[in-house]
């Protein structure tokens, strides 16, 4: 993950998750691309039947610039350090925010898409959940989603989340993910919660691929643990208030483990009361 596309919208809880996505981008060495989706009224479907301000595309599209400026200003002012430091970068585009940012991810090598969210009673914030879930249906880059009570922190454990339906696809992700959990040096846990335990075959299936992929990748910090709970959602959910992790990775899978999440309660509580990032992989596409 070299490259980072940073949304925002400048509103105070945007402009915290933006110093968390660049202490992130430090951190493994990476560069952010800060972009905002600038929203032209008359360009609006219905716009005619709404009074809106007496302001030009170009006066709308010039303030967003300044203010893109101000923000790369900003996180830069911020790090005092001599460590390597992120390069900003800034796109200030008109359009419908999710036509925008895959015209960007289609024209410049994005590896990963970073977003702060809230639930649809908080007005000073960027990304509702609802397009948040839109966003991740329709691109191919993991996106990382940053709760706004998230400060940042060194990342030591990592919860990769299954159902263990598609242990191949898993190990794909799994490959991937261990080019970040080695910028920390963190640990690895695949998580499975069930009601039931997995079975010996199951299990036996899950350690080989460990060890393969401990020996492929030259990585010993990749572990098994299982969860048992009546129910799976709220035994997770129970599971990430008591932060027993520092980030959540999930894989998005039609009829799979994330989709079953996002229809509890666990997106407003991302929104509101806990303080864990998490990376979402999207093997829809």
Known sequence: MKNILLLTDFSANANHVAAYAYDFAKKIQANITLCNAVTIPSELPNAGLVLWPMESPEVIQDRSEVNLNKLRLHLQERDQSHIKKPQLTIVNQSGRLQDVVAEIISDRPIDLLAMGTHDNNNTDSFLKMDQARQMIDALQVP???????????????????????????????????????????AEIFIVHISSTKADVAMKEKIYD???????????????????????????????????????????????????????GSVTKKLAGQLSIPMLIYNQGR
């Open 209 to 263: 691929m460990i060890n393969d992929l401990r020996k492929a990748l030259g990585y010993p910090g990749i572990h098994f643990r299982e969860i048992n709970g009546d129910n799976e959602v709220s035994t997770f959910e129970k599971l990430m208030i008591e932060k027993r992790m520092d980030l959540l990775v999930v894989v998005h899978r039609e009829h799979g483990f994330f989709s079953r999440l996002l229809k």
């Open 143 to 185: 996106a990382l989603i940053i709760p706004l009570k998230s400060k940042f922190e060194p990342i030591r454990s990592i919860y990769f989340a299954s159902d263990l339906s598609d242990l191949p696809g898993d190990s794909v992700f799994l490959s991937q993910l261990v080019k970040l959990a080695r910028s920390f040096m």
